[in-house]
């Protein structure tokens, strides 16, 4: 299986363009974990090198906290718990109801093209296997009742995730590593860092610079692992790209990957990447799963339709379509 680096996803991150207000006392710090299944990129901008490896160690903390609470592998996790109930109800924290009830939210606004219900589908393709292969028609037909988000109810006043399915699985991996990132960001803001970018594996969000210079992104070619289709510049808000090259396996030359289509069990053979510029990164990370799925011409449609919110979208065929105000 041949697998490519998510921190390649967005090249370039820590140059900065010529800003007019320099500070020759701030340097950039920087570092990289493994959390969330990918590759952490933490990058602060400080005048002090303890105040900046503090706030650093402080988000990476979080990273991890969030990272085992939505892990569905983990038998401690209430997802995992929801995966494994007898009846139809789970109490969870307020803080998982929440991002459940906000992917449900996306789930409306890309007529169910983002949805967490294929987490029932995600056993039968693993990625991690030497050898993989596609499931069978059967296996897939067998599960395939069971991904609906509309079977989900979410009841905050008692803390509670009801599904009319009684086989129905959650996995939030589209939404919780940028809700994961955020947070981050969030604690290096109170940090009072000078600026700060968080990669996870093509999920990153930055914050402005004291030196008033901007961050750059690369926008990697999904079929060219070292080129970039574009580099981008911007001073705050999020980039996600979501991509067939990113995990992905070949069988009888046909690419598998790893995002699914909630209509058929299959990975969506329509996009080869989605790059979504949103203020979060937990929102653009959901909206590229989703508009990876729904396709350039629907997903153009919806990028219109989203208050600051822009897009890129490479097509199967390579073709490159932008949403009206991708002006970068």
Same mark, same amino acid.
Not at 57 to 63: G, R, T
Not at 101 to 111: A, D, F, I, K, P
Not at 253 to 273: F, I, M, V, W
């Given at each position: $299986?041949?697998?490519?680096?998510?921190?390649? =996803?967005?090249?370039?991150?820590?140059?900065?363009?010529?800003?007019?207000?320099?500070?020759?006392?701030?340097?950039?710090?920087?570092?990289?974990?493994?959390?969330?299944?990918?590759?952490?990129?933490?990058?602060?901008?400080?005048? *002090?090198?303890?105040?900046? $490896?503090?706030?650093?160690?402080?988000?990476?903390?979080?990273?991890?906290?969030?990272?085992?609470?939505?892990?569905?592998?983990?038998?401690?996790?209430?997802?995992?718990?929801?995966? /494994?109930?007898?009846?139809?109800?789970?109490? $969870?924290?307020?803080?998982?109801?929440?991002?459940?009830?906000?992917?449900?939210?996306? *789930?409306?606004?890309?007529?169910?093209?983002?949805? $967490?219900?294929? +987490?029932?589908?995600?056993?039968?393709?693993?990625?991690?296997?030497?050898?993989?292969?596609?499931?069978?028609?059967?296996?897939?037909?067998?599960?395939?009742?069971?991904?609906?988000?509309?079977?989900?109810?979410?009841?905050?006043?008692?803390?509670?995730?009801?599904?009319?399915?009684?086989?129905?699985?959650?996995?939030?991996?589209?939404?919780?590593? +940028?809700?994961?990132?955020?947070?981050?960001?969030?604690?290096?803001?109170?940090?009072?860092?000078? +600026?700060?970018?968080?990669?996870?594996?093509?999920?990153?969000?930055?914050?402005?610079?004291?030196?008033?210079?901007?961050?750059?992104?690369?926008?990697?070619?999904?079929?060219?692992?070292?080129?970039?289709?574009? =580099?981008?510049?911007?001073?705050?808000?999020?980039?996600?790209?979501?991509?067939?090259?990113?995990?992905?396996?070949?069988?009888?030359?046909?690419?598998? /990957? /790893?995002?699914?289509?909630?209509?058929?069990?299959?990975?969506?053979? *329509?996009?080869?990447?989605?790059?979504?510029?949103?203020?979060?990164?937990?929102?653009?990370?959901?909206?590229?799963?989703?508009?990876?799925?729904?396709?350039?011409?629907?997903?153009?449609?919806?990028?219109?339709?989203?208050?600051?919110?822009?897009?890129?979208?490479?097509?199967?065929? +390579?073709?490159?379509?932008? *949403?009206?105000?991708?002006?970068?």
């Amino acid at each position: $299986m041949k697998k490519a680096f998510l921190t390649l =996803i967005l090249i370039g991150i820590i140059a900065g363009l010529s800003g007019c207000n320099s500070d020759n006392s701030l340097k950039t710090y920087q570092v990289t974990r493994f959390a969330l299944g990918t590759v952490i990129e933490i990058t602060v901008l400080d005048d *002090s090198e303890k105040h900046a $490896m503090m706030a650093i160690e402080a988000a990476m903390a979080e990273i991890n906290r969030i990272g085992s609470l939505f892990y569905e592998g983990n038998p401690e996790s209430p997802l995992y718990e929801f995966s /494994h109930r007898t009846g139809d109800r789970v109490v $969870m924290p307020e803080e998982v109801l929440s991002l459940i009830q906000r992917g449900l939210e996306v *789930s409306r606004l890309t007529n169910g093209c983002f949805d $967490m219900t294929v +987490g029932v589908l995600l056993p039968l393709w693993d990625f991690k296997s030497k050898n993989p292969e596609p499931p069978t028609e059967e296996q897939i037909k067998s599960v395939l009742p069971f991904v609906n988000y509309q079977s989900l109810t979410v009841d905050p006043e008692n803390n509670m995730l009801i599904s009319a399915s009684p086989r129905t699985m959650l996995t939030t991996g589209g939404i919780a590593k +940028g809700y994961a990132v955020d947070r981050a960001i969030e604690i290096l803001y109170r940090k009072a860092v000078k +600026g700060a970018l968080v990669n996870a594996g093509g999920d990153l969000r930055v914050l402005p610079r004291a030196d008033g210079k901007k961050w750059r992104v690369g926008i990697q070619n999904p079929r060219i692992q070292q080129e970039l289709l574009k =580099i981008i510049e911007i001073d705050s808000g999020a980039v996600v790209t979501s991509g067939d090259y990113q995990k992905f396996f070949f069988h009888n030359e046909k690419r598998y /990957h /790893h995002l699914l289509n909630p209509q058929t069990g299959l990975p969506a053979d *329509s996009c080869q990447s989605v790059t979504i510029i949103a203020p979060t990164t937990e929102r653009a990370d959901a909206l590229a799963t989703g508009i990876f799925i729904a396709g350039a011409k629907q997903g153009i449609e919806l990028l219109e339709k989203i208050p600051d919110t822009e897009g890129l979208i490479v097509r199967h065929d +390579g073709k490159i379509f932008k *949403s009206s105000g991708f002006n970068y």
